[in-house]
């Protein structure tokens, strides 16, 4: 008996830590209660999108799974890849979405028993305009109105067109640009003239409103990012609800890439949850 206290309370200032520490990092957070308040025990999420991780806190705190085993769920987002690489480096969060590389680079299964829950394809960043082919040229950037992602992390709509820019040796202060905080944003401003080009991914969709002729690839096979889970493997329960929540959130996304959102479990109430190693 004493050892199964003394385990719970060191359990529990690990966990007091942990979440002091992810305060410390992001100052930006939103929580919720479960249907079980009177549990102390909190479920820390991060992602850089506060719409994406606000969205998610608030459909698994309504989650019987969860509730079982969380009084709460704090959620936790910050735009820039500092945030990003702080969490899953050092173990902060129970889940992140995070790129597949930093996942990598900082052996973030090894450290910190991280497994992949679910997982988005990769994809290509192009910048798109309206009326003609857009031109990795130097002269043609500089007197366009350009659309941009506000998050220092996306790739196609922040990292890849800033890269391009370096390469073509261009000022960005010399630029006209136009940061919005979604893809979707983007595409409403190109639409309504408001801008000549953006910098982003092509989907099927976007066949309604432009013309796969005016887009120019920038670079290709990015791959996407995914959501992990501490410890998953010792709480198939826990990880079947999260996935479940997640899918369900992607679905109802209106973009097509985010509804090609692949899990890592078989989940059934038929049989014992397995993970697969690979996107089912």
């Known amino acids: 008996m004493v050892l199964a206290l003394t385990s719970y309370l060191i ?26 308040p009177e549990n102390k025990t909190q479920l820390t999420l991060f992602a850089p999108s506060e719409n994406v991780v606000k969205r998610l806190a608030q459909s ?17 987002w910050g735009g820039s890849s500092e945030f990003e690489v702080n969490v899953l480096g050092k173990g902060l969060a129970d889940l992140i979405l995070a790129k597949e590389n930093l996942f990598s680079a900082f052996t ?56 391009v820019f370096k390469e073509l040796d261009i000022n960005m202060n010399s630029l006209n640009i136009t940061f919005v905080n979604s893809h979707s944003a983007l ?37 996407g990012s995914h959501w992990f889970l501490r410890q998953a493997s010792d709480n198939p329960d826990l990880a079947c609800a999260i996935q479940g929540a997640i899918l369900s959130q992607a679905e109802e996304q209106s973009a097509q890439y985010f509804k090609q959102a692949k899990p890592y479990w078989q989940c059934s ?7 697969q190693g690979e996107p089912l």
């Not at 109430?269 to 397995?274: G, Q, R």
């Open 108 to 163: 973030a299964h090894e450290t910190y028993g991280y497994s992949p829950l679910v997982g988005y394809p990769s994809y290509t960043a192009y910048f798109i305009a309206s009326k003609e082919k857009p031109r990795l040229e130097k002269s043609y950037f500089l007197d366009k109105r350009i659309g941009l992602i506000e998050y220092p992390t996306s790739r196609s709509g922040h990292i890849m067109p800033k890269q």
């Open 60 to 76: 698994l705190c309504k989650n019987t799974t969860v509730s079982k085993q969380y009084g709460a769920v704090q959620a936790f």
């Open 187 to 223: 595409r409403d401003k190109l639409a309504l003239g408001e801008v000549d080009i953006i910098s982003s991914y092509w989907q099927q969709a976007d066949n309604e409103r432009f013309s796969a002729n005016y887009i120019t690839a920038i670079s290709d096979n990015i791959s």
């Open 11 to 36: 359990g529990t200032m690990r966990f007091t830590l942990a979440t002091t520490q992810l305060g410390n990092v992001i100052a930006t957070h939103y929580s919720c209660n479960t249907t079980q």
């Open 269 to 275: 109430d038929s049989a014992p949850a397995t993970f």
